[in-house]
């Protein structure tokens, strides 16, 4: 009969599994370089997220609450007129 054996998937002298080496040092910078690129996206998506919310909270405040100071545009226009009639 024929019998059941475990399949390995360690590495093997044959070469059919074997992955790729590196130096001690390539090594870590090789599994460091992919977290520095997620650190990168994710800075950048929580800057873009700060820069929206701000943005987003700008706007509602201008939208419902700032009243323009009707007195301050008023005395400068006028105060521009005067210099240039004379």
Request: glycine share 6%.
């Amino acid at each position: 009969m024929r019998e059941n054996k475990p399949v390995s998937t360690v590495r093997t002298n044959e070469g059919t599994e074997r992955i790729t080496s590196y130096p001690g040092d390539q090594r870590v910078k090789q599994a460091s370089r992919g977290t520095k690129i997620w650190i990168k996206v994710a800075m950048g998506i929580a800057y873009f997220l700060c820069v929206s919310i701000a943005a987003f909270f700008l706007a509602i405040y201008y939208v419902l609450f700032w009243t323009p100071d009707a007195s301050s545009h008023n005395s400068t226009r006028t105060s521009n007129r005067s210099c240039l009639q004379g």
